[in-house]
T-cell receptor
Framework: SAVISQKPSRDICQRGTSLTIQCQVDSQVTMMFWYRQQPGQSLTLIAT?????????ESGFVIDKFPISRPNLTFSTLTVSNMSPEDSSIYLCSVEWPSGSSYNEQFFGPGTRLTVL | SQQGEEDPQALSIQEGENATMNCSYKTSINNLQWYRQNSGRGLVHLILIRSNEREKHSGRLRVTLDTSKKSSSLLITASRAADTASYFC?????????????FGKGTKLTVNP
């Protein structure tokens, strides 16, 4: 499977600030995904990030709040903008592996635990 | 609406016992995946079962899929304290190659030493 890392692993931020989370993969992948996991909850897909195109956002998530970059086939960032305590969650990136597989087997990074005060 | 629903929500067993978790879903799927999450960490991919498969094994894990009932089960045999974690099922909808995964609410498993 692909090896995925995320930075930072955790952070505590003040209300109104922004945090950019990085996701790095050790292999080139087409599809990268960003998820949010609120405390005690399951995972919810925020957006799908393909290299060379705009990210596709799920219902309830907007680009102004969660801008995403995908500059190449091994890297992506998610920014949580103008944060409020409700944004306190674990944010996870995932990749489809093998890339282009029809089975959509997804592997996840270790997550970024965000606490907003 | 949530695609996958696991039950039970929480399960507590003794080391050495078997643990069975169930997942139900609502629409046709391409495949179903099971993941493990240790407290507040990333998800570990356990197993993927395709819609045309009925059973799959990986070590102490056994997954079954019944597409007629839209349900799957994950069996962990001879459980260990290290199996303590939350377990999630995720489905990939059969919509012409949709890559989106929809996760269930998860089962929190506690294995007591």
């Amino acid at each position: 499977s692909a090896v995925i890392s995320q930075k930072p692993s955790r952070d505590i931020c003040q209300r109104g600030t922004s945090l950019t989370i990085q996701c790095q993969v050790d292999s080139q992948v087409t599809m990268m995904f960003w998820y949010r996991q609120q405390p005690g909850q399951s995972l919810t897909l925020i957006a799908t990030a393909n290299q060379g195109s705009e990210a596709t956002y799920e219902s309830g998530f907007v680009i102004d709040k969660f801008p995403i970059s995908r500059p190449n086939l091994t890297f992506s960032t998610l920014t949580v903008s103008n944060m409020s305590p409700e944004d306190s969650s674990i944010y996870l990136c995932s990749v489809e592996w093998p890339s282009g597989s029809s089975y959509n087997e997804q592997f996840f990074g270790p997550g970024t635990r965000l606490t907003v005060l | 609406s949530q695609q996958g629903e696991e039950d039970p929500q929480a399960l507590s067993i003794q080391e050495g016992e078997n643990a069975t978790m169930n997942c139900s879903y609502k629409t046709s799927i391409n495949n179903l995946q099971w993941y493990r999450q240790n407290s507040g960490r990333g998800l570990v991919h356990l197993i993927l079962i395709r819609s045309n498969e009925r059973e799959k094994h990986s070590g102490r894990l056994r997954v079954t899929l019944d597409t007629s009932k839209k349900s799957s089960s994950l069996l962990i045999t001879a459980s260990r304290a290290a199996d303590t974690a939350s377990y999630f099922c995720a489905t990939d909808r059969d919509q012409g190659g949709s890559e989106k995964l929809v996760f269930g609410k998860g089962t929190k498993l506690t294995v007591n030493p």
